[in-house]
C-alpha cells in the first residue's frame, strides 16, 4: 500500500468520524427558546386594562378591584363585593394567564387579545354576570402589547429529551461500528503490507 492511500483512508476515518460527532452534537443540542414575559414595568399597563376603573374602584357591578399582582406569565385579580343580593359576600379571585399557558384544572372564563381569563373555582351565577363585565372591560383596554419575548437556557421543553435516547444510542452503536471497522481494516492492511 502506497503512502498516499494509507493517508487517503486514515482522511476518509477522521472524515467518518468527524461527520458521526456532529450528527451526535446536533441530536444533543439544546436550542436556545423564547418565553413570553410580561416585562418589568408594566404596573401601569397591567391597570389600564380596567379603565377606567382603577385599584379599590368597583370595576364591575358589585366588586371592587381590591388587588393585583403581576407576575411573568399571569395576573393575579381580587374582586371584593360591595353587595351581592342573595349571597354570602366572598372575594372573587381571577387570573389573567398567557393563552398558551396549561389551565391545570382552572375554569377558563373567555379570552381577550394576551389572556384568557380564568377561575379556580366555578362561579355562581352573579359571579358569572361579574367576569362577562369584567371580559368585556378587559377585551376593550387589551391591546395586546404585554408579552416581551426573552430567551432561557434551561427549560422543560428544550432538547430531545428521553424521546432521543434510542436514536443517540443507534448513532452511538453505528460510530462504535465504524471505529472498530476502521481499525480492524488498518490492522490487516499493515499486517498484509509486512509480509
Not at 171 to 179: D, S, T
Request: hydrophobic share 45%; aromatic share 4%; net charge negative.
Amino acid at each position: 500500500m502506497y503512502s498516499s492511500e494509507v493517508t487517503t483512508h486514515a482522511s476518509r476515518s477522521h472524515l467518518a468520524a468527524a461527520l458521526a460527532l456532529t450528527c451526535l452534537s446536533a441530536l444533543t443540542a439544546q436550542p436556545a427558546r423564547a418565553d413570553r414575559v410580561i416585562g418589568p414595568g408594566q404596573e401601569d399597563h397591567v391597570l389600564s386594562l380596567f379603565a377606567p376603573a382603577g385599584l379599590g374602584d368597583e370595576v364591575v357591578t358589585g366588586y371592587r378591584l381590591m388587588d393585583v399582582s403581576i407576575r411573568s406569565r399571569e395576573i393575579l385579580l381580587r374582586l371584593d363585593p360591595t353587595s351581592v343580593p342573595g349571597a354570602a359576600p366572598r372575594p372573587l379571585q381571577v387570573r389573567l394567564v398567557a393563552l398558551d399557558e396549561p389551565l391545570d384544572g382552572a375554569v377558563a372564563f373567555a379570552d381577550s387579545e394576551s389572556f384568557a381569563l380564568v377561575t379556580d373555582a366555578q362561579p355562581s351565577d352573579s359571579e358569572r354576570a361579574a367576569l362577562e363585565q369584567l371580559v368585556t372591560r378587559v377585551r376593550e383596554n387589551d391591546d395586546g402589547s404585554f408579552w416581551v419575548e426573552v430567551a432561557t437556557e434551561n427549560g422543560a421543553s428544550e432538547g430531545m429529551g428521553s424521546a432521543a435516547l434510542p436514536y443517540l444510542a443507534a448513532l452511538a452503536a453505528v460510530v462504535a461500528v465504524v471505529v472498530v471497522t476502521v481499525v480492524v481494516r488498518r490492522k490487516r492492511k499493515r499486517s498484509s503490507a509486512v509480509e
